[in-house]
Nanobody, 127 residues
Framework: QVHMMESGGGEVQTGGSLRLTCTTSGLSFDENDLIWFREAPGKSREGISCISWGGTPYYADSVKGRFTISRDKVKNTLYLQMNNLNPEDTAKYYC?????????????????????WGPGTQVTVSS
């Protein structure tokens, strides 16, 4: 049985940093691609960063240069280091696992949809 759980969200001021953690169990990082999605109020969910099972990272233009995705294959944990946050980054952040990353206008998604999701963690950036 696969479990995914995000943590590390919170409220920060503009310019601040947060590190999100996605703890997983029952999931092989050698067989799954991983995506960080976010969903802001009134907006559709978007995949802002992803990492393939082979370790290649991708970033949406909106976060490139500010966010860093990484993973620990021993701990089966996914991370998202978020620096220089601004109010437009306010959203609920989710980690997801699946097979086959596709990129559309620099946003990540799964070719056939995610197989597993976490419940999400809220990030609020105040000005």
């Amino acid at each position: 049985q696969v479990h995914m759980m995000e943590s590390g969200g919170g409220e920060v001021q503009t310019g601040g940093s947060l590190r999100l953690t996605c703890t997983t169990s029952g999931l092989s990082f050698d067989e799954n691609d991983l995506i960080w999605f976010r969903e802001a109020p009134g907006k559709s969910r978007e995949g802002i960063s992803c990492i393939s099972w082979g370790g290649t990272p991708y970033y949406a233009d909106s976060v490139k240069g500010r966010f860093t995705i990484s993973r620990d294959k021993v701990k089966n944990t996914l991370y998202l280091q978020m620096n220089n946050l601004n109010p437009e980054d306010t959203a609920k952040y989710y980690c997801a696992a699946g097979d086959g990353i596709i990129l559309r206008e620099t946003l990540c998604n799964f070719d056939s949809g995610p197989d597993y999701w976490g419940p999400g963690t809220q990030v609020t950036v105040s000005s």
